[in-house]
């Protein structure tokens, strides 16, 4: 099957209690998928992806792997993010990126989730499971506004409340479940789904590309928000204020 054939996208973040979690979500999602899925699961850098998506292989009929930049996408394929680096979805293709570290992580759920929404805007399924702090809630957002699917897992079945929650306090979601429910819903989405080309907001579409770049200027970020006297922990870089909605967050020109 050709990539070009692909027109949905499933995207999935995790944190804490993440590869439990995403192997369950696996379980119960039908054994044959009209969409290319993609997981970042929080891991430290010197982890091995390989030994992660082995497990994954015993929960699913998809195929699995962890893909090199440039890969033409397929459906009824799992890709996962590799460790230390952020994966970012193109239009028919996956990008594998080493930019700065985001929410302070690389694979970054918001960097996969923001591209995901530009290049599929309204035919994304955006899926956030467990873990700790807010990681995915910036890229739930973006998929909400670019007219696709959010989908959250019940944050009193979460291992770890604090990603589900904070999507659900930021984001309008249009489904809060259990993961055993996410199959079938996934599944009723996909028979009834008539994808329709949606209007990307020119700051997701921003933000997506400094990812892609690998880089960005102070006057780049500043389009995004309001400049602060404040300073990045991680480089002292000036931090930029974001208003999204409801949610407030900061980003700095290096990306942090």
Not at 38 to 55: G, N, Q, R, Y
Not at 74 to 86: E, G, I, M, Q, V
Not at 124 to 146: E, R
Not at 208 to 224: F, H
Request: aromatic share 4%.
């Amino acid at each position: 099957m050709s990539a070009s054939e692909v027109k949905n996208v499933i995207t999935i973040g995790a944190s804490a209690g993440g590869i439990q979690a995403l192997c369950s979500l696996l379980r119960v999602m039908p054994e044959k998928l009209d969409a290319a899925v993609f997981a970042v699961i929080h891991i430290p850098k010197e982890s091995m992806s390989d030994i992660i998506l082995h497990t994954l292989k015993k929960y699913t009929a998809l195929h699995c792997r962890v893909p090199d930049d440039g890969e033409q996408i397929k459906n009824n394929t799992l890709y996962l993010a590799p460790a230390n680096n952020h994966m970012m979805v193109a239009k028919d293709k996956v990008l594998i990126r080493s930019g700065a570290r985001e929410n302070h992580w690389r694979p970054s759920i918001d960097v996969l989730f923001r591209s995901a929404a530009v290049a599929y805007d309204s035919c994304v399924t955006g899926i956030i499971l467990t873990g700790l702090l807010d990681d995915g809630t910036s890229g739930m957002l973006a998929i909400k506004k670019s007219g696709g699917i959010c989908i959250v897992q019940e944050p009193g079945e979460a291992e770890f409340a604090d990603m589900p929650n904070n999507v659900l306090n930021n984001v309008d979601v249009d489904y809060r479940v259990s993961v055993s429910e996410m199959g079938s819903i996934v599944n009723g989405i996909f028979s009834r789904r008539i994808c329709k080309p949606h209007q990307i907001p020119e700051d997701v579409k921003l933000e997506a590309a400094m990812s892609e770049r690998m880089s960005s200027k102070i006057e780049d970020v500043a389009q995004l928000g309001e400049v602060t006297t404040l300073t990045c922990p991680d480089c002292g870089g000036v931090l930029t204020k974001i208003q999204e909605e409801g949610l407030t967050r900061y980003r700095c020109y290096t990306g942090h």
